[in-house]
Nanobody
Framework: QVQVVESGGGVVQAGGSLRLSCTVS????????MAWFRQAPGKEREGVSG????????YYTDSVKGRFTISRDNAKNTLYLQMHSLKPEDTAMYYC????????????????????WGQGTQVTVSS
């Protein structure tokens, strides 16, 4: 049984930092593209950042470039998202997802291409 568990969310003031973690079990972690998505109330789920199976390629949505860094530790089956200079508009539920290793620059942010999801961790940025 595949389990995807996010942690690290919380409440932070604007300009602050958080690091999200996602631990995966029940699949060969190093064989999957991994991504972070987020969804704010009343908005569609959007891709925040993605990373290839070996960490060699990373992808970011424009609004987080230069502020967020995605990384993975395949030995620990863990995905990370380091977030700096947080803004109130970053407030959302953040989800970790595992998908096909074929996902790339044109598809990493398509949520329907990811079969495995966590329950999410809430990030709230106060102004």
């Amino acid at each position: 049984q595949v389990q995807v568990v996010e942690s690290g969310g919380g409440v932070v003031q604007a300009g602050g930092s958080l690091r999200l973690s996602c631990t995966v079990s029940g699949l060969s972690f190093d064989g999957y593209t991994m991504a972070w998505f987020r969804q704010a109330p009343g908005k569609e789920r959007e891709g925040v950042s993605g990373i290839s199976w070996n960490g060699g390629r990373t992808y970011y949505t424009d609004s987080v470039k230069g502020r967020f860094t995605i990384s993975r530790d395949n030995a620990k089956n863990t995905l990370y998202l380091q977030m700096h200079s947080l803004k109130p508009e970053d407030t959302a539920m953040y989800y970790c997802a595992a998908g096909s290793p074929s996902l790339g620059s044109g598809s990493w942010n398509l949520h329907y291409r990811y079969p495995y999801w966590g329950q999410g961790t809430q990030v709230t940025v106060s102004s």
